[in-house]
């Protein structure tokens, strides 16, 4: 396993025979290149919208480093799997639908403006640092090391603008020193890839605890009204379903009992097909509240079987060891409702399903090639995924644009269970 990016690892004496050195100078020389993008871009924005201000068409391009800020934190969270192998979640809330909904949804976060604090330190410290430490830690070495090659072609040179070598002994003095100093090197570039790393993560990865008690507070309001909702579905069904085919089954048997020979025999054989209706009906209800292939073979089995079951054609890949139980059974009927939703609504004519677990985070996905046009907020089936979703400390998202295609992802926070 290769060890991560925090301060245990720098401080292992063993630092150079792993790869967190490479891993750092990796992390230190793109964070340098987006820094100077960043920076240049934000220079350009500030000074057009500054200058343009008093005609108004300025102040919109104020607001770009706002909205900026967002697709920038993402691009941060991905650049941490250089120097970290654990997943960076994303701490903004699913959006509204629309450019106008998302813009609403992503100002009243504090994580939004967190990440543009973020910017601003890449841009104007975190940035130029890199590069100072990029060009010190890696090019100045490589240059000396270099030194034999520019003395053997020119005769004599001045190394690094004050250093004067006019013979190759010098110049390999000058390439062991640069060696040296290349060795050293690693030690404060990975101090400092890893400082920003953790930074970045403090910044951009956490959660406010405010909106996430409010979150979990109505979450579990509405999970109490859904479940109280299912409770009523299934006395309704055992009701309605399997306890009128029990009556009628008991009625059967009772005119068996005082009927004479064919004719009894005829009510028996009546009886015992609503005994399997009953137990089909049963069956059924039993498998919408918890399957048992789930708990037997686990979620790509039982995936398997919803499959099995669409009336619309459905390609399965999911690749996943057995995981906690609550994990399985909300991962499983993101699945159900997913594909319940393919079927009914979407008018589709494939749909596929894909499941993988990266280090401790499930994600679940299901597309389809439908019209698309689907929204969280229009019906309670994804609503009530969502909270289903959030009380196992996952997200739930979904883009479905007019016309298609669809995608519901889930990312749930996992260990894998023991066999």
């Known amino acids: 396993m290769r060890p991560n990016g925090s301060w245990q690892a720098v401080a292992r004496k063993d630092l150079l025979a792993t790869s967190l ?9 793109t964070g340098a290149v987006v820094g100077v993008v960043v920076l240049a871009s934000l220079v350009v924005s500030l000074t057009a919208g500054a200058l343009l201000t008093v005609f108004l068409v300025g102040v919109p391009l104020l ?13 941060e969270r991905r650049r941490l799997r250089i120097m970290d192998a654990e997943p960076a979640p994303s701490p903004h809330r699913p959006a509204r639908p629309g450019p106008r909904g998302w813009l609403g949804t992503r100002l009243r976060e504090q994580a939004t403006w967190r990440a543009l604090a973020y910017t601003g330190l890449l841009a104007v410290v975190l940035g130029p640092i890199e590069l100072i430490a990029v060009t010190y830690g890696l090019l100045v070495p490589l240059v000396m090391i270099c030194a034999p090659i520019s003395v053997a072609e020119a005769g004599s040179i001045v190394l690094l603008k004050f250093w004067p070598l006019d013979s190759l002994a010098e110049a390999f003095a000058a390439a062991l020193l640069g060696i040296a100093v290349l060795v050293l090197a690693a030690y404060p570039i990975t101090a400092l890839a890893t400082a920003h790393a953790l930074l970045a993560r403090l910044l951009l990865t956490k959660a406010e605890s405010g909106e996430r008690l409010a979150e979990l507070t109505r979450s ?29 089954l008991t009625m059967t048997l009772g005119l068996a009992k005082v009927s004479p020979g064919e004719e009894a025999a ?6 015992h097909e609503e005994a399997k209706l009953a137990l089909a009906e049963i069956r059924d209800l039993i498998r919408g509240i918890h399957p048992r292939i789930l708990v037997d073979r686990g979620l790509p089995a039982a995936v398997a079987e919803l499959a099995d079951r669409s009336p619309v054609p459905v390609e399965v890949d999911v690749d996943v060891p057995r995981l906690p139980g609550p994990v399985e059974s909300v991962a499983y009927f993101v699945v159900s409702e997913g594909l319940a939703n393919v079927a009914k609504h979407s008018g589709a004519e ?7 677990l990266d280090g401790r985070q499930l994600t679940v996905e299901i597309r389809d090639d439908g019209v698309g046009g ?28 007019p016309g298609g295609p669809t995608l519901l992802r889930a990312e749930i926070e996992c260990l894998p269970a023991l066999p």
């Open 350 to 356: 494939r749909a596929w399903v894909r499941g993988r």
């Open 63 to 75: 607001a770009v480093p706002v909205v900026a800020a967002v697709p920038l934190g993402a691009l």
């Open 220 to 248: 579990r309001s509405r999970l109490v009204e859904a479940f109280e909702a299912e409770r009523r579905r299934i006395e309704r069904d055992l009701h309605d379903g399997a306890q009128q085919r029990l009556v009628a």
């Open 374 to 401: 689907a929204d969280v907020t229009a019906g309670t089936g994804l609503a009530g995924l969502a909270d289903r979703v959030s009380v196992v400390e996952g997200r739930l998202m979904l883009a479905s644009p």
């Open 266 to 271: 005829q009510l028996v054989a009546r009886a």
């Open 21 to 29: 050195p490479l891993r750092a100078l990796a992390y230190l020389v």
